[in-house]
């Protein structure tokens, strides 16, 4: 089965703080791909980053980094230096082979991000 | 390019009635998907289409229809609302890249 674990709730941070969302997921798939998605207070879905299982290099784009880690089936985020425009709920999200057939895509419970001044 | 536009943004319906929410995409995308969104929830799937006259069930399709004449196209119907049908409606199309949605349409049913 399928699924996509995002333990952590609600993290509070202060600006400036680094910070990291945490993804577990599970697929029985060799190929597969994950997301992120960012949902701000004014609701909206903003796609951040899609990663395929068979790229293990990690990404970065500006205060944004991704670590995947097969090994440890893992996806995680870190915001370096948070701003408060970062307040948000961060989805993670996995799909299967075909990542534009993602009625197979699977969602996360979200963890929201609140980043205080 | 729009990419995914939704109407309407809010709505309250009151129980029984019946409405369509619209979803257009420009992007030419065969896929295209209705998903709800509870208070602190993920998003369900209602329905799914993978192109023009084609729709199948998601996991949560009971109280709602789609149809997708076009491949712009795929609004999603509500016959008898509910108070369990209060929730935020996210349309989206995907391509390879991963998915694009609406901003969302705030459903409240009383």
């Known amino acids: 089965a399928q699924k996509v674990t995002q333990a952590q709730t609600e993290i509070s941070v202060v600006e400036k703080e680094d910070v990291t969302l945490d993804c577990v997921y599970e697929?029985?798939?060799?190929?597969?791909?994950l997301f992120w998605y960012k949902q701000p207070p004014s609701g909206e879905l903003v796609f951040l980053i899609r990663?395929?299982?068979?790229d293990e290099q990690n990404e970065i784009s500006g205060r944004y980094s991704w670590n995947f880690q097969k090994s440890t089936s893992s996806f995680n985020f870190t915001i370096t230096a948070s701003q408060v425009v970062d307040s948000a709920v961060y989805f993670c999200?996995?799909?299967?082979?075909?990542?534009?057939?993602?009625?197979?895509?699977?969602w996360g419970l979200g963890t929201s991000l609140g980043v205080n001044p | 390019n729009a990419g995914v536009t939704q109407t309407p943004k809010f709505r309250i319906l009151k129980i029984g009635q019946s409405m369509t929410l619209q979803c257009a995409q420009d992007?030419?995308?065969?896929?295209m998907y209705w998903y709800r969104q509870d208070p602190g929830m993920g998003l369900k799937l209602i329905y799914y289409s993978v192109g023009a006259g084609i729709t199948d069930k998601g996991e949560v399709p009971n109280g709602y229809n789609v149809s997708r004449s076009t491949t712009e196209d795929f609004p999603l119907r509500l016959e008898l609302a509910a108070p369990s049908q209060t929730s935020v409606y996210f349309c989206?199309?995907?391509?390879?890249?991963?998915?694009?949605f609406g901003q969302g349409t705030r459903l409240t049913v009383v």
């Open positions: 989206a199309s995907t391509d390879r890249q991963g998915a694009f």
């Open positions: 697929t029985r798939d060799t190929t597969y791909y």
């Open positions: 990663r395929n299982s068979f």
């Open positions: 999200a996995l799909s299967g082979p075909n990542a534009g057939n993602n009625r197979k895509l699977i």
């Open positions: 992007m030419n995308h065969n896929y």
